[in-house]
Each structure stands twice: as structure tokens, then as C-alpha cells.
């Protein structure tokens, strides 16, 4: 394991703004260069009180049918687009009235209708075989642990995929057919979010906001005046998108994926991109580079059903980011220190209710760069942990080190309800026991 260097002590100058983000359009795109060989770019009601069992009856005690009410063991005998025999789950094959299929699904499965329109299910994963960098799989568990506890937090389901469900779409193009695949498979979920492997939750109370994307199919961090009026390939960052499983989503990716390895006219598509986005450093087409194309070509078409998100961290560049952490954690405990509901214990199911509390104190923290606020996602572009191939802008081991600040710092959220903290972001085993009304109350041994 790489020693400990002071990156958490000493501040990262924030350098990725929106304007930066076209300055630096030649360095973002030796960054996907870099990584372009890798395999991813990278509840139940309760009944009265029984005299004979205390606080809650034998019926609200029993184990109930399945999550949040759904009946897992009932799937009737009527046909489903399921029992079609030219249902293909394969990204070539393409997929037709997908919303009447869907809702038919829903209408023979009651139990999963209700809540259905805000459902997540979020997709992830990386490669099959073990990693080249030595602490690469290590690093790989502890970002899929994070997102399981961001999913367990709220009540998403996750799905991890390593295999390639489309073996000439490797790299970056690979998350395609796994999306794909997921939306046939999962009819009771709405969205389908894919979080690249080298991401991470830093902000574990935050919730996406639904409301603000009910006119659109697909939500992409981005900034609109660098793909319309600056045509930069860095004005959009593909590694984390959220996408509605619905038929314009299904049309949507077959023309996304036809850039792509496998098809036949992947070569000329890696000229077109470049003369499109003069920045653009390598001459494969890629999947961020193809998606800024569709918002920029066939904005009537496509573009005008695509959110491009620039208002909080959908997913922030690491170096912008971990640099600041020490702050922010500083800030939330002065917070607790001053509002006992936030010090209060508690089950971790009904933790959204205390997300709400903090969302009183955070009214004036601003979003994005230059914020106080827990930044929601944190992006390692260019960091590569299981190849260990870290873009040549910065060491390795700043890039080990950030990843362990920035998962503990998520530990410091998550795993806490726990009853546990790590007292130093670089530390990774160590986890005193929270006493009683902490912050408040000193924690044993010192925070530092």
C-alpha cells in the first residue's frame, strides 16, 4: 500500500471550473486517451402492541413478502414480452413498443406498480479479471461497498456487472449493453443509473431530484454552452448518467451504440467526432465524445429530451474536490455541535428524515465549486485503480491517497449510523465507538 502523503492537509487549489473545463480541453482529452484501454472508463405497516409480546404483535414481527411490499413469489401464468422467443436481451436487437410492455408487465404485477414511477435501480461494475495495480481490486471493493451503502441508505436496488455483455464493446462502450439488459430485466424500475467503478458518494444524505427531470429521458453532468457555442467534447462527462427505462431510451442507445467497436462504421465515426469537437486528441470514436454529438446534431430528435446537469455535483473531478473535504467535515460537525436533532441516534431506514434536517442548515452552503455542501458524487478521471495506468498529470500515489480520503470521508456518513468514524481520512482501520451525543461529547482518543 502507498505511504501517506498531506493531501488531506493541504488544500487542492480548485482548477476545473465550467470555464476550465473548455480551457483544459487538450489535458481532458489525454485523460480518456489514457484511460481508453481500460475495461470501464474506467416498508411494512405495524400492528397494535400485543399484551403478549411487548411493543409489537407476532404479524409485525413475521418477516414480510418481499421489499417494500412486493411480492417476489407471484408471477402469473399469462404471457409477458417475456414469453416472446425473439426477445433478445443483446444490444444488436432492437426493442419495440417497450412502454406498452412495460406497463402490461406492471398491470400483472400489482404489488410492484405502486411507487414505480420513482424507482431506481442503479448499474455499475469492471472488469473480470484481477487487477494489474496491486491494491486495484482491493480499491474496487471498497467503491462498490460505497455505492451499496448509498443504495441500502435509500432503498435501491444495484446491479454489478463484470463481464462483457457485448465482447467488441470493451472499454468505456461496455456499460451499454449492461444498461440494456438491466431495463428488460428490471420493468418495475423507472430509472436506470449507471455509476462508473471509480466514483464514489461523498454526500450520502443527498437524493437525486426527480422532480427536476420529469420532462426528460436522460440526465448527463454537463454544460450546455461548451457543447452548443464552445463544441468541447470535455462539455459533458458520459461516466455517470441517469436514464429512463422507456422506448425512446431503448432507440436511443441503438443510435448512441452505433458508434461503438462493434459496428460497422466505428472508424468513420472516430473522423467524424474529431472534426465535430476540434478538441478531441485521439482518433477513436468514443462514447462521450458520441453522446455530445447527438446533443449538438439532433437536438430536436434527441437533445431536447436530454438534462444536462450543471447545478450540483452529479459527478465532480476529484482534484477539485478532495482538497476541501477537511473543511466541509469541519463545517457539518459545527452544525451537529448546534442542532441536537442531527446528534440524535437512530435506525438507519428512517435516515432520510434527518437528510431533511441538515438541508435546513445548508440553505447557504451553495452547490458545486466553491460550496461547503458535501459534494454529492466524487469522479477519479484519469486515476485508472485497477490498471493502475494513473494519467501522467499526477502521481499515483496522490491518486491512492484521495481515493481513501474521499471513501472514509463517505464511511464518516454511511457506516457511522453504525456507530463508528474513522478519525483520520488517511486511516482506513481505525474506527473509535461514538459516544453518546456526539459531536457534542469528545470522541475517544481525538478526531483529527
Excluded at 449493453?177 to 431495463?183: E, F, I, N, S
Aim: aromatic share 14%.
Amino acid at each position: 500500500m502507498p505511504k501517506h502523503n498531506s493531501l488531506l492537509r493541504t488544500k487542492t487549489s480548485s482548477f476545473f471550473s465550467s470555464c476550465f473545463l473548455y480551457a483544459a480541453g487538450t489535458s481532458a482529452s489525454f485523460l480518456l486517451a489514457w484511460a481508453f484501454w481500460s475495461f470501464f472508463s474506467s416498508p411494512a405497516p405495524s400492528a397494535n402492541p400485543s399484551p403478549s409480546r411487548g411493543l409489537a404483535s407476532e404479524a409485525a414481527l413475521s418477516c414480510p413478502a418481499g421489499k417494500a411490499g412486493h411480492n417476489r413469489s407471484y408471477d402469473p401464468p399469462d404471457p409477458t414480452f417475456y414469453d416472446d422467443p425473439e426477445l433478445s436481451y443483446t444490444i444488436e436487437k432492437t426493442i419495440k413498443n417497450w412502454d406498452e410492455k412495460r406497463r402490461e408487465w406492471l398491470e400483472k404485477h400489482p404489488s410492484f406498480a405502486a411507487g414505480a414511477a420513482d424507482r431506481i435501480l442503479m448499474v455499475t461494475g469492471s472488469q473480470a479479471t484481477p487487477c494489474k495495480n496491486p491494491i486495484g481490486d482491493h480499491l474496487l471493493l471498497r467503491f462498490f461497498k460505497n455505492k451499496a451503502d448509498y443504495c441500502r441508505i435509500h432503498g435501491y436496488d444495484i446491479f454489478y456487472n463484470t463481464v462483457l455483455l457485448q465482447p467488441k464493446m470493451f472499454s468505456f462502450w461496455a456499460k451499454m449493453p449492461a444498461v440494456k439488459a438491466v431495463m428488460l430485466a428490471h420493468p418495475e424500475a423507472e430509472w436506470i443509473w449507471w455509476v462508473d467503478s471509480d466514483t464514489a458518494f461523498t454526500d450520502m444524505d443527498f437524493t437525486l431530484p426527480l422532480d427536476r427531470y420529469k420532462a426528460h429521458n436522460l440526465v448527463v453532468h454537463g454544460w450546455p454552452h461548451l457543447i452548443h457555442r464552445e463544441k468541447s467534447w470535455t462539455g459533458l462527462n458520459a461516466g455517470v448518467f441517469l436514464m429512463r427505462n422507456c422506448q425512446w431510451s431503448m432507440d436511443f442507445m441503438e443510435e448512441w451504440a452505433s458508434m461503438g467497436p462493434q459496428a460497422p462504421e466505428y472508424d468513420k465515426w472516430g473522423v467524424i467526432q474529431r472534426t465535430t469537437f476540434k478538441d478531441k486528441t485521439f482518433p477513436e470514436s468514443d462514447d462521450q465524445t458520441g453522446l455530445a454529438y447527438l446533443i449538438l446534431k439532433e437536438r430536436e430528435k434527441w437533445g431536447n429530451k436530454i438534462y444536462m446537469e450543471d447545478e450540483y455535483y452529479f459527478e465532480g473531478y476529484w482534484m477539485e474536490i478532495v482538497g476541501t473535504l477537511e473543511n466541509i467535515t469541519d463545517a457539518y460537525t459545527g452544525i451537529e455541535k448546534r442542532e441536537r436533532r442531527l446528534r440524535r441516534r437512530h435506525a438507519e431506514r428512517v435516515g432520510e428524515s434527518y437528510g431533511k434536517v441538515w438541508e435546513e442548515h445548508l440553505k447557504d452552503a451553495g452547490y458545486g465549486r466553491g460550496s461547503w455542501r458535501r459534494p454529492f458524487m466524487t469522479h477519479f478521471t484519469g486515476c485508472q485503480p485497477c490498471s493502475g495506468d494513473h494519467n501522467q498529470m499526477y502521481s499515483g500515489q496522490s491518486c491512492w491517497d484521495a481515493m481513501q480520503i474521499a471513501l472514509n470521508f463517505a464511511d464518516n456518513q454511511g457506516p457511522r449510523r453504525y456507530g463508528f468514524v474513522h478519525r483520520d481520512l488517511l486511516d482506513t482501520s481505525t474506527v473509535p465507538p461514538l459516544p453518546f451525543d456526539y459531536p457534542a461529547s469528545d470522541l475517544v482518543g481525538g478526531a483529527s
